[in-house]
């Protein structure tokens, strides 16, 4: 038997619809919402299923909005919550793809985070950010040489509180970084990463309680993750967060 629904995968799907729209346009194509990402945000985008919406997928529908994708010269990208949408995975497997499948995991409210003495959050206007940005882009390509990195528009979401960057530091030197996205009462964290050459003394772990902290000061009832990998998975089931369900993520355009 699978899972029973979690209530909490609505509000997180919700919250996915949501935090694209504030620097993409937004089309829909079939049962798909596509967000094409504004020029300059830094990011890319990719179509989820509509929000609210209740239809079987099918493999002609993954193959029109991939197709439509590629017609606007955007990546070819889709993202979903297996719970929630059921039926994508097998009509995206019709289509001929296998996606890659996360742990889902939620950090309980009544589970106690504090802010770790070694992380803190950065402003909008620091020298660091442009070095954090370069410290997560190290991080996952898995290299110690840390170049700063333009942080595109991330200032100004910090500005209005639509962004936090925290960053773990070894008394000056910045060790790993990682970002979340509140939005209301839901948060989602992300790009926590740290260079090879400073894991294994808890910087991502210092990251990740920190960012918590910042998002729970803020309101946030709901602080969520996709974990990269079963292992990074187990790293954050230990600072607290419990699975409640499956990210899948196609990209063809890697």
Not at 81 to 100: C, I, N, Q, S
Not at 113 to 124: E, G, K, N
Not at 140 to 160: A, I, Q, Y
Not at 210 to 226: D, I, K, M, W
């Amino acid at each position: 038997m699978g899972r029973a629904h979690d209530a909490r995968l609505d509000r997180i799907e919700a919250y996915y619809d949501r935090v694209p729209r504030a620097v993409a346009a937004v089309e829909e194509v079939g049962p798909f919402t596509l967000f094409v990402a504004d020029e300059g945000t830094g990011w890319q985008f990719y179509a989820r299923p509509r929000l609210g919406g209740r239809g079987v997928f099918t493999p002609e529908d993954v193959c029109r909005v991939l197709e439509h994708q590629q017609a606007l010269g955007v990546p070819r990208a889709l993202e979903w919550v297996d719970e929630v949408t059921p039926t994508l995975l097998p009509a995206v497997r019709g289509a001929g793809h296998e996606p890659h499948r996360y742990p889902l995991l939620v950090m309980p409210p009544e589970v106690p985070v504090s802010p770790d003495p070694r992380a803190r959050t950065l402003h909008p206007a620091e020298p660091h950010l442009s070095l954090a940005m370069g410290a997560v882009s190290a991080g996952f390509e898995g290299r110690d040489e840390v170049e700063p990195k333009d942080p595109g528009r991330r200032p100004e979401l910090m500005e209005r509180g639509d962004l936090l960057v925290v960053a773990s530091f070894e008394g000056n030197r910045l060790c790993g970084a990682g970002s979340a996205a509140p939005r209301g009462d839901v948060a989602e964290l992300m790009g926590i990463a740290v260079p090879p050459g400073h894991r294994g003394r808890g910087h991502g772990t210092a990251i990740t309680s920190t960012l918590v902290a910042a998002c729970r000061e803020q309101g946030v009832e709901v602080v969520f993750l996709s974990a990269g990998s079963d292992a990074a998975g187990e790293i954050y089931r230990r600072v607290g967060f419990v699975d409640v369900g499956t990210a899948c993520i196609l990209e063809l355009d890697d």
